[in-house]
């Protein structure tokens, strides 16, 4: 069974950091192309980052420079560094495993970000 | 960047009637679609890709359509438990999504 688990968030000033992991477990991280995908409360889904199987990265344009994202193989786990965290950056954010890199197929439940003063 | 348009942004509407949600992209996307159900506290889920195909375990009741710039989700008989957010996805350069719509019960 596909399943795949966020911890990491937490509450942080504007100009902070935080690491958030994906634990997967069913399938192996590094064969697929896996994503996170934001949603600020009340508000819709936003796409943030994409990590291809070869380890080519893609971002947004509002995380561009701030946030990477990253896996270790041997953790079958998906990791997103944020920094220089603003506070439009405070949402739930989920980890995705990508079908054919097109469309998000099984998501994590989800770990909550707040930034704020 | 490609611009998702979803309507109406709430459908109130009974169990066993039929639910018709739009989606317009701000240019052509192929086939190149997706459909999302959420319900509260709870990651989205995939219910049709590449326009029409269902996802793994989803009921025949969910129906995709379209082609460019226009996509139809259809729900042929509401169950109870269909009510809920609903949003549509295309992943030309990026991926997007619509704003949503919420099938609520009349």
């Known amino acids: 069974e596909v399943q795949l688990v966020e911890s990491g968030g937490d509450l942080v000033q504007p100009g902070g950091s935080l690491r958030l992991s994906c634990a997967a477990s069913g399938f192996r991280v590094s064969g697929n192309y896996m994503s996170w995908v934001r949603q600020a409360p009340g508000k819709g889904l936003e796409w943030v980052s994409l990590l291809y199987s070869d380890e080519t990265t893609s971002y947004a344009p509002s995380v561009k420079g701030r946030f990477t994202i990253s896996r270790d193989n041997s953790e079958n786990t998906l990791y997103l560094q944020l920094n220089s965290l603003r506070v439009e950056d405070t949402a739930v954010y989920y980890c995705?495993?990508?079908?054919?890199?097109?469309?998000?197929?099984?998501w994590g439940q989800g770990t909550l970000v707040t930034v704020s003063s | 960047e490609i611009v998702l348009t979803q309507s109406p942004a709430t459908l109130s509407l009974s169990p066993g009637e039929r639910a018709t949600l739009s989606c317009r992209a701000s240019q052509s996307i192929g086939r190149y679609l997706a459909w999302y159900q959420q319900k509260p506290g709870q990651a989205p889920r995939l219910l049709i890709y590449d326009a029409s195909n269902r996802a793994t375990g989803i009921p025949a009741r969910f129906s995709g359509s379209g082609s460019g710039t226009d996509f139809t989700l259809t729900v042929s008989s509401l169950e109870p438990e269909d009510f809920a957010l609903y949003y549509c996805q295309q992943r030309t350069n990026w991926p997007t999504f619509g704003q949503g719509t919420r099938l609520e019960i009349k």
């Open positions: 995705a495993r990508m079908l054919g890199g097109d469309y998000f197929d099984s």
